[in-house]
């Protein structure tokens, strides 16, 4: 049984003319290669689903339509472009203005099937990486005072501190909006790192 998201149809029917063959050959391939596809609508667009997980998506604008696949570096390659900006279309496939802008039918239809072998396999999108924050510079005043002597065990627990727990204390200090809190805090920044504790120790 085919399964068409009455949302779809909408979609379609109120796109440009130009657009609804496209729209209807992307949705008839993807269904053709894919029996088991459920359809849906994420960001006002519609996207086609494979065993609980997003497969593949099209849009229509006012004087073109997209296509993308949600694995796309998997399936096309991993010279692929993104989801973004393609020769100036979202998707992979850049501005498809007719049917004849999308791969032919065959070639179509063995790149939905490879997504669904990702899909079979368990591939998931890989997130990227994202590098992590080098440590916080010291405010001045709290580093004079740091370099005491007697606050020793507190900059001993300063740099035992990883950049995050490191960039509670100094961000809270750097907030105060006046001066007096700002010492206020400076003084209790150095007691509680004396004590081994973290900025948010009340919560741990």
Known sequence: ??????????????????????????????????????????????????????????????????????????????????????????????????????PGKKEFTALIRKAMALADAGVKQKRPKSAPKPPPSLPEDLAALLSQRKHAAARKTYERLGPGAQREYVDWIIEAKTDATRQKRIATTLEWLAEGKQRNWKYQ
């Not at 029917?13 to 609508?41: M, N, Q, W, Y």
């Not at 229509?60 to 399936?75: D, M, N, R, T």
């Not at 993104?82 to 203005?97: D, I, R």
């Open 1 to 102: 049984m085919t399964r068409h998201d009455p949302r779809i149809d909408a979609y379609i029917a109120k796109s440009a003319e130009f657009a609804r063959p496209i729209l209807e050959h992307i949705r008839d391939t993807v269904h053709a290669a894919c029996p088991e596809v459920e359809e849906g609508l994420k960001w006002g667009m519609p996207y086609f689903s494979y065993k609980g997980g997003m497969m593949c998506g099209m849009a229509a604008f006012k004087q073109h339509c997209s296509f993308g696949f949600w694995l796309y570096k998997e399936v096309l390659g991993e010279d692929a472009e993104n989801g973004g900006e393609t020769n100036g279309g979202m998707g992979q496939f850049g501005k498809l203005a007719s049917v004849r802008d999308l």
